[in-house]
């Protein structure tokens, strides 16, 4: 029996809601199975050779994408270990100290500031369905603030509804436009560095952040310092994504069938 138009739109709020309530349990989780976001570019190894960085890669999308039905089969062998390959938007690496989150002990944080699964056919070709914005950023970062729910100085805004606008951003956009995708990380970034008082530095490399935020480098960059553009990584699949893109995908498609 189809559905009335009222009835269709009501399913679709409904699953709009869920995926909000998928959201809030990837923001407020502790870490997920998949491991910590805020260190997930690096290896908890004890190794001093660079195995530890092997999940972080010098390549940018369009190098990924130009080995074809080769990259097909990294992301095959990635998946049998239950890996995903991931397209970063902004890479953020130091050490954030005690001060400045109001917390008992530094930060270590190695990690993308927006990021999103990049999806292969066996033909080579592929896809980034979603980019998320790093919740575990601001989990780690801003939750020994005031309780989380410090406002900023001059706007007021609350955390959770500067997020809440970001993540609009990359809802909205195409998902293969890289411009606007790195304006939400450099938005992200500067949002994370008004409310730690923190003055990134710039740094041309992932891998090069990672050791200096390690100590494991004589490179003079020092403090947290952050690689623009688009990087690729691989890392465990958060459990949350999949449900939060699947009722993402099906709320988009009911929404398609009123139109």
Do not use: H
């Amino acid at each position: 029996m189809k559905m009335s138009n009222n009835e269709e739109e009501l399913g679709r709020r409904y699953l709009l809601y869920l995926r909000d309530m998928s959201r809030k349990v990837i923001f407020a989780s502790d870490k997920s199975s998949a491991g910590d976001y805020t260190r997930i570019l690096v290896l908890n190894s004890r190794k001093k050779d660079d195995t530890r960085f092997s999940r972080m890669t010098e390549w940018t999308l369009k190098e990924l994408r130009s080995k074809g039905k080769e990259g097909a089969r990294l992301a095959d062998k990635q998946g049998d270990i239950g890996n995903g390959i991931f397209c970063a938007a902004g890479i953020i690496a130091g050490v954030v100290s005690e001060k400045a989150t109001q917390r008992r002990k530094t930060s270590l944080i190695a990690a993308p500031l927006v990021y999103g699964q990049v999806q292969f056919e066996e033909s080579g070709e592929s896809e980034i369905e979603e980019w998320l914005l790093n919740y575990d950023l601001a989990t780690e970062l801003l939750s020994g603030l005031d309780g989380g729910a410090i406002n900023l100085q001059v706007s007021g805004i609350r955390p959770e509804e500067v997020i809440r606008s970001l993540e609009e951003r990359l809802e909205i956009l195409e998902t293969e436009d890289l411009t606007e995708v790195n304006k939400v990380a450099q938005d992200y970034k500067e949002f994370l560095g008004a409310v730690l008082n923190i003055e990134f530095g710039d740094c041309p490399s992932p891998i090069v952040a990672a050791k200096i935020a390690m100590g494991l480098s004589d490179a003079k960059e020092e403090g947290v310092n952050v690689v623009e553009g688009d990087w690729i990584f691989t890392a465990p699949v958060p459990s949350g994504l999949n449900t939060f893109t699947a009722l993402q995908d099906i709320a988009k498609k009911l929404g398609s069938t009123e139109n």
